[in-house]
């Protein structure tokens, strides 16, 4: 039972549980893009999700990854939209509460992104390196 406190299960039209307490749609604390939807369902196998890890690094302090993995721990956090499944630890989901993973598409760079992050203070031109904003 306690796994399941621990664990984020998002479904469209379903209120989800998170820590225990039941939150709207509107309190996901990470969203997905209709970009980010699409490309997953497109690349990832049916068993895989996109994992998203905040590490130190990069010019600004801090970097995003991303990679598929079909791997999914009892501490992780599962967002689910649309078909398309994202994993992310409690450590890194508190460097992205109120973010949106994006899919970016120009010339030079296809690639999973992090928008409209309320905890980025400043990023560089690569959109990979943030620095925190602390309150």
Do not use: W
């Amino acid at each position: 039972m306690a796994h399941l406190l621990r664990r984020l299960v998002f479904q469209p039209s379903l209120a989800v549980r998170y820590l225990g307490d039941v939150v709207a749609k509107q309190e996901i604390p990470l969203k997905l893009s209709e970009a980010c939807i699409n490309k997953l369902k497109e690349v990832a196998a049916p068993n895989e999700s996109l994992r998203i890890t905040v590490d130190s690094g990069g010019c600004s302090g801090f970097l995003y990854n991303f990679e598929l993995d079909s791997n999914v721990s009892e501490e992780d956090v599962v967002i689910e939209e649309q078909g398309a499944r994202v994993v992310i630890d409690n450590t890194s989901l508190s460097f992205l509460e109120g973010a949106i993973v994006d899919y970016h598409s120009e010339l030079t760079k296809l690639s999973f992104r992090v928008i409209n992050n309320p905890k980025d203070e400043a990023g560089c031109s690569c959109a990979v390196s943030f620095a925190v904003k602390f309150d």
